[in-house]
Every structure is written in C-alpha cells, then in structure tokens.
C-alpha cells in the first residue's frame, strides 16, 4: 500500500520507521519531513495544513493511508477533506479535534461524560478571571482556550502569577487562543499518557508512556515539549487502565457520537493520578511527541496495521501483541533551548549509531545539506532504545548518545529516573 504521512517532527520519523517495517508498506511519502526521515523515506514539500493540497498530494501518489501527525492539519479540518475525496485517513475530523483545540470543549464534554478532571471555569474578561482567581486561590491552573503549541497554560503557585497569566493571554501573548481563558483547580500526583485508538465506535488501549516536561535534572527549570520518555509508564497500573477505559475514554467516546463527532484516531489522554484514581489533565488529539517514538519502538510494524483498521473502522477485528518489554528516548536539544538557541550547528557521529529493532535515532529538528546533517530547532534528536527491562532500554540509548558529537547540543542524563 501507498502510505502518506504528514509533519515533520520526531513523531513522524517514528511512524515512517515503523511503517516501512511492516511488508505492506510499498511507498512512503512524508510532507514536509525532515533529514533524517529523508533517509528513509521520500519527503514532499506541502502546506500540510491546506485540506485541498494535501488532497491533491494524495491523488497523484494513489495514496491508500493518510496518517496525520500533528495537531494542526487535525484542526484545521485536513482529515475532513481526505475522507470527503474518498481517502483512509488515520486522525480525527476538525469538530472531534476539538478535544484538542479547544479546552473549553474537552471541559464541557468531561463534564456532560462525567468524567473525573480537574473543576474549571471559563472567562472572556479578564476582569472576571482575576476575581475568580482572588477568590479560588493559589496554586490554580490558568490556561489559554486554544491552541498555543503547547505553551498555552500556567501552572500558578501564586496569585500573581496568576493574575500575570491572565494579562498576558487578554493582552493577545496566544493571539486568537487566548481570547478566551479557562482556570482550572491545581491537581496534585503524578502525571502518565494513556493512549488508546478509535474507529469511531471500537476503542482499544494501544500503549502508556511518562515524559520529562522540565529541561533540568531532576525535572527542574522551565517547562520544553518533553526532554524524554519511556514506555510503559509503571504508575498505569491494569486496574487503572480499566479505571480509565470505564471513566474517561469510553463515556468521552460515547459523549463525542452523541455530538455528531465521533471519533477517529489516537485519542492521547493526559492524566494524574493520585492514591490510585485517574483524573484527566486534558486531551490531544494525535500521539504525544516524544512519547510516539518509544510506543513506535515497542509495537513495530504492527503499528501500520492498526493505524490502517482505525482508518477503515475495521479496529473490532485488530489486537495488539505486546512484547514484555520497554522503550526509552532521550532528547538531544540545542543549547539554549526552550530559551533561545543557534541554528545551523553540525552533528557528527550519527553514522555510528546503531539502526535496528533495538536502536533508533529519530530526527526531530534537522536538515542536510552538502552531506552533514545541521541542528534546525530546540529539540534535534531522539535517541531511543529498546530493553528487556527499563534500565536495559536506558543503558542502551545513553550508550548511543555518547557516540554522537554535536558540542552544542545536550541532553538530560536522568530520563526515566522515577521509574528506575
Ligand atoms: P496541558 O497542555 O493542559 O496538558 O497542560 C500542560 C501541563 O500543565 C500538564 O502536563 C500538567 O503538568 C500541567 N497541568 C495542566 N492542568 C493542570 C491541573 N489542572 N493541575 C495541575 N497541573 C496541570
Ligand atoms: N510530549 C507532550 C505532547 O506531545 O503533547
């Protein structure tokens, strides 16, 4: 089959490379790429968010998948426009996207679903938001209602902060995103990905993971999109997942048909958890990145076929053969990052690193030119691995991070550590 992946990130290196393991898979295309998907695969260059040029993309390449990467394309209603050409698409509709796009209307849907999450409440006037906060307290949650590439909620453990955030989201900081603020309750415990894929009527639990959001050591210091992760998260325990499949995803599910948007894809919940009950932190709408890569690494070529029985609403009939194993990535970002960071520095040594079903380097932020691969963004590499046991997955991926020499990149040394 012809395949089509769109985005550009680690992500999607992952789904090229578990793709073209599957035997299924006769051509790959991904728009835009990056160098080390180009490696593998052949890279379009598309506006990846135009319904009717991806469309157009997919008709010239008798394209028989489409799998959509990241949150934007989703919102922007790409999806809409591939099933209306007739097209397999893995990833949700823009008004199922929702879930993503809006945290308002994840909000509203828990609460219609009753499922547990965090109370909240929602403001067009920062007037309103500020009082509201004077009176709640903190720490409390002040978020942007849209999408603002993940940078879009405040974790307050002060009412100044507050307050600041409330200012900055009505000041425009977000644009449209912030013209509406939702506050939410401050959760304590510890915080795991669940996903799980849909057919629109089937859901089936497809993997857990536990990133690093904070840049530092110990997790400490400012918030990035995820300095690493492993697979599978300990805390999501199988009486939890269950938990979880009861409470959360299958009422959210039912709640989403009842709405005239049911829904297709990877559903990635974010939770927290404490003295062993789940609470929804929120919803995306695609696979975490960098948690994709290590689920990627753990299901292999398998993840093409249950992408493809989403896609066709054919998920009743797929299962998942899970190996007792664990994966792990390690990001290695620019230095600087998430502040600002040089473009354009040169990575060596990724010819020595090893590429099998137990190693991979995935390209996050990377271009070619003139035979050397140059760093492009914040997150560059992810390093990952696969071990029998956790710490194995660890030994592996540290062992290949040493073989790469890029003098302005680093990595955290301590990913998984809770877990460890
Ligand atoms: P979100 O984009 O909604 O996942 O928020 C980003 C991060 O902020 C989450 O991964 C949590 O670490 C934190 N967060 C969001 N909402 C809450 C909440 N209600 N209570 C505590 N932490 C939260
Ligand atoms: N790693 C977090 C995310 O993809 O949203």
Known sequence: ??????????????????????????????????????????????????????????????????????????????????????????????????????????????????????????????????????????????????????????????????????DDMFGGAFGAAGAEVVIEEFMEGEEASFFVLCDGEVALPVGTAQDHKRVGEGDTGPNTGGMGAYSPAPVLTQALQDQVMAQIIHPTLKEMTKRGAPYQGVLYAGLMIKNGQARLVEYNVRFGDPECQVLMMRLGAQALDLMQAVAEGRLSEARVNWADDHAMTVVMAAKGYPGNYDKGSVINGLEDTAEDAFHMVFHAGTTEAGGKITATGGRVLNVTARGATLKEARDRAYGEVEKIDWAQGFSRTDIGWRAL
């Open 1 to 166: 089959m012809n395949i089509l992946i769109l985005g550009s990130g680690g992500r999607e290196h992952s789904l090229a490379w578990a793709c073209l393991q599957n035997p299924k898979c006769d051509k790959l295309i991904v728009a835009p790429g990056n160098a080390g998907i180009d490696m593998i695969a052949d890279c379009a260059t598309l506006d990846i968010n135009d319904g009717s040029a991806v469309l157009g993309l997919a008709e010239a390449e008798a394209i028989d998948l489409v799998i959509i990467g990241p949150e934007a394309p989703l919102a922007a209603g790409v999806a809409d426009a591939l099933r209306a050409g007739g097209f397999a698409v893995f990833g949700p509709n823009q008004a199922a996207a929702e879930l993503e796009a809006s945290k308002r209307f994840t909000k509203e849907v828990c609460d219609a679903a009753g499922a547990p999450t965090a109370g909240w409440a929602r403001f067009d006037q920062a007037q309103a938001a500020k009082d509201h906060v004077r009176t709640a307290g903190a720490p409390i949650v002040v978020k942007a209602d849209g999408l603002a590439a993940g940078k879009g909620v405040v974790v307050a453990m002060t009412e100044q902060e507050a307050l600041a955030a409330i």
